[in-house]
């Protein structure tokens, strides 16, 4: 794979084989809650009992779309295969009763068994149309418009004039449909999604003085994502104050970002971070809350406009409760190096550990004195350019 190979880092790939990991990983994995969205931003929802199936071919289109490629690639086959089949029975019946096969025109115009064919003075409706393999091959020249010349249609018939006319609407008509729905499952707007990529792991420190839940997503294309946005929303289980238990109660939190605002600009990786105030889902979220039993799971989506196609893509990935690592904080990746600015994403993942309270953001808004006990953590040091300046002009001793 390409994490083995050293091309994408680990800490930032979202799919992992199962050979990857260990038995004792697989067997905890087996007891934690499960997903509802996965890693790598699939929906873990399984629909049944679905009794309004006609409502899927109201939205024809849609339906091919999101069906597999294998049965995609059948329909593509089989619509192609069967209008051919038909319009050339249809030539065929055509053939026929005008008296085209050499059979029925010899019975017709009383021609004897060892007579060479029909009369010179005899225009067929389709020339050159003997049987019903001869009549699938005008077909297929007709629809697909090859025309090797051999079989072509005269004006002794209006019937097959107008035959010509349907067949060529109706093969339009296919040709639309089905070149439109595989160019579209070529250009889904998951594809792009593919090089958004997010943190493996979320982390929970201080910054500001403030618990803050922090995540890195960055892009790894050149081409931009535009208008960018990401949301968060917390998924657990509540119940209301009149009993009814919610099994995926799905609950906004506020996010904030070095720009400001949910809008982003994803040029470089960025951190993404949420405060934890008494306005969040996570206000009374401690240590010992963050293990694979917790009822708890954080999803991140986003959202923005491909540059080079103009298609809208999102990108997804959630977070468990024994996922989020608490007081810890990402490295920094980005560095200045001959006049640019550059990304090492072998260290995407890459946290350290920082002076946190073991403690709720509750308890740390409550209790002021439980900071006045937390060691400081040293300020990264920020390096300054060395610019030298060459002066515009020079003074020189006149000695007059």
């Known amino acids: 794979m390409l994490s083995r190979k050293g091309i994408i880092p680990e800490e930032y790939v979202l799919t992992r084989l199962a050979e990857d990991v260990p038995d004792h ?17 699939a929906c873990n929802v399984a629909h049944k009992n679905i009794r309004e199936q006609g409502r899927f071919l109201q939205d024809v289109f849609t339906t091919l779309v999101d069906l597999k490629w294998p049965h995609t690639l059948l329909i593509f086959t089989m619509s192609f295969l069967c209008s051919w089949l038909l319009f050339g029975m249809v030539w065929w019946l055509i053939a026929f009763a005008h008296g085209d096969l050499d059979h029925s025109t010899r019975v017709q115009r009383g021609l004897g068994e060892g007579a060479a064919g029909p009369p010179a003075d005899f225009v067929p409706c389709v020339t050159s149309i003997h049987s019903f393999a001869s009549a699938f091959l005008f077909s297929i020249e007709v629809q697909v418009t090859i025309g090797f010349g051999g079989r072509m249609v005269t004006e002794e018939c209006p019937a097959a004039i107008l035959v010509l006319i349907v067949q060529n609407i109706v093969g339009l008509v296919i040709n639309a449909i089905m070149l439109g729905c595989i160019f579209m499952k070529t250009s889904q ?3 792009r999604a593919e090089t958004l990529i997010f943190s493996k792991h979320a982390v929970i420190a201080l910054r500001e003085g403030k618990l803050c839940f922090m995540l890195r997503v960055g892009d790894l294309r050149k081409s931009m994502i535009i208008s960018a946005t990401i949301r968060m929303q917390v998924v657990k289980k509540t119940a209301s104050l009149e009993g009814e238990v919610v099994p995926l109660n799905q609950i906004d939190i506020q996010m904030e970002n070095p720009v400001g605002g949910n809008s982003i600009f994803l040029v470089s990786p960025l951190i993404i971070y949420h405060v934890i105030d008494k306005n969040s889902p996570l206000y009374d979220i401690s240590p010992l809350n963050l293990h694979h039993h917790e009822d708890l799971e954080i999803i991140v989506i986003l959202e923005g406009v491909v540059e080079t196609t103009g298609i809208t893509t999102q990108a997804r990935t ?3 409760a024994d996922e989020i690592l608490w007081g810890q904080r990402f490295v920094p990746i980005v560095a200045e190096e001959d006049g640019r600015y550059s990304v090492d994403y072998s ?9 946190t309270p073991s403690c709720t953001a509750r308890q740390l808004e409550e209790d002021k004195s439980i900071m006045d006990t937390m060691p ?19 003074v020189s001793d006149d000695p007059s």
């Not at 953590?377 to 300054?384: E, F, G, L, M, N």
């Open 25 to 41: 990983a697989r067997y905890r994995a087996r007891e934690r809650r499960a997903r509802f969205v996965g890693k790598n931003g």
């Open 189 to 191: 707007a998951h594809r």
């Open 318 to 320: 959630s977070y468990l």
């Open 347 to 355: 260290k995407f993942g890459n946290t350290v550990k920082v002076p």
């Open 376 to 394: 400081l953590s040293p300020k990264a040091t920020i390096r300054k350019r060395s610019v030298k300046l060459k002066p515009k002009f020079t």
